[in-house]
């Protein structure tokens, strides 16, 4: 029996990202496809005000099964994701954020074959940290690589973690059913219970490495901080209780990881708590919700 051929479309919502849009096009240009087909990727301008849509419309006329939506509206990620959601035709629907690179050419090749389970629905990405050539940045890819060594083999690798939205995909029969609330900017977490919620199975892809850029300095550093920590209150009180398990670590593994990391970075990691410190900190002060979906973008 021939393994089955995937039909395939990519959504990938963009705010002013003239800087790496047209990179990462080439990165799933250059994807091998031995067991899916691509049917269309749709870039959607959010309120663009520089030369995100230029660079798209240039990548449209070469590849016909580029197409791009700009209306000049600001209207929040989940928002706009929901209408590619709710008319997404093709058997697996993958989310890319606008700022990641896929690395190598068989990303996502091995995330359509974890779909070979009939009973997954949605797949995760392994997103690496690159840091920016600033004071800060070495020290927040220290805190994220800390965050991702504790956190991503809690529940046997089945935790919102390793949902995140810089690339995810979703069978057709879970996507026509998804409708994220427009306030939770933070859409990856919401997308994960979800499918929980709806009996579905979710898998991890370690192999499917995507990179993305770290937060270069403080300001749009504690803004993505305080928006991560406080997905997993909001997902509570929409959801319930029952989501506590997913983000639960006991103490013993916490501390067994934090003295681990603190040996082999004496150095990076003092100053990456210095800054969650700082964060949470301010998050005690300032209250941050996002009722329109419309998040405070990094400079």
């Given at each position: 029996m021939e393994n089955k051929i995937f039909t395939l479309t990519i959504g990938i919502p963009?705010?002013?990202?003239?800087?790496?849009?047209?990179?990462?096009?080439?990165?799933?240009?250059?994807?091998?496809?031995?067991?899916?087909?691509?049917?269309?990727?749709?870039?959607?301008?959010?309120?663009?005000?520089?030369?995100?849509?230029?660079?798209?419309?240039?990548?449209?006329?070469?590849?016909?099964?580029?197409?791009?939506?700009?209306?000049?509206?600001?209207?929040?990620?989940?928002?706009?994701?929901?209408?590619?959601?709710?008319?997404?035709?093709?058997?697996i629907f993958m989310s890319v954020d606008a700022d990641i690179v896929l690395e190598g050419q068989n990303i996502l090749e091995d995330m359509v074959e974890c779909f070979s389970d009939k009973k997954v629905a949605l797949v995760g990405s392994n997103d690496k940290p690159i840091s920016p050539n600033t004071f800060l940045g070495p020290m927040v890819v220290n805190w994220i690589k800390y965050w991702q060594y504790t956190f991503r083999s809690i529940n046997n690798w089945v935790n919102p973690f390793n949902c995140t939205g810089r690339l995810i995909a979703m069978r057709n029969d879970f996507v026509n059913k998804l409708s994220v609330p427009i306030s939770f900017a933070a859409d990856d977490h919401f997308i994960f219970f979800k499918c929980q919620e709806l009996g579905y199975k979710f898998k991890y892809c370690p192999s499917a490495i995507v990179y993305f850029k770290v937060p270069g300095n403080l300001s749009d550093f504690i803004n993505q901080s305080v928006r991560f920590g406080k997905s997993g209150n909001k997902i509570r009180s929409y959801l319930g209780s029952w989501t506590d398990k997913y983000y639960h670590l006991s103490k013993k593994r916490k501390y067994l990881s934090y003295f681990k990391w603190l040996f082999y970075h004496p150095i990076k990691f003092p100053f990456a708590l210095g800054l969650q410190f700082i964060v949470r900190l301010y998050s005690l002060f300032r209250k941050f919700d996002t009722p329109t979906g419309v998040w405070i973008t990094a400079k």
């Open positions: 963009a705010h002013n990202e003239e800087n790496n849009i047209g990179r990462l096009l080439d990165s799933i240009l250059r994807q091998k496809k031995t067991n899916y087909k691509l049917i269309k990727i749709v870039v959607i301008c959010d309120g663009c005000k520089d030369n995100t849509a230029k660079i798209v419309k240039y990548y449209s006329k070469k590849y016909k099964f580029i197409e791009l939506i700009n209306d000049g509206k600001r209207m929040g990620k989940p928002k706009r994701m929901n209408s590619l959601y709710a008319n997404n035709k093709s058997d």
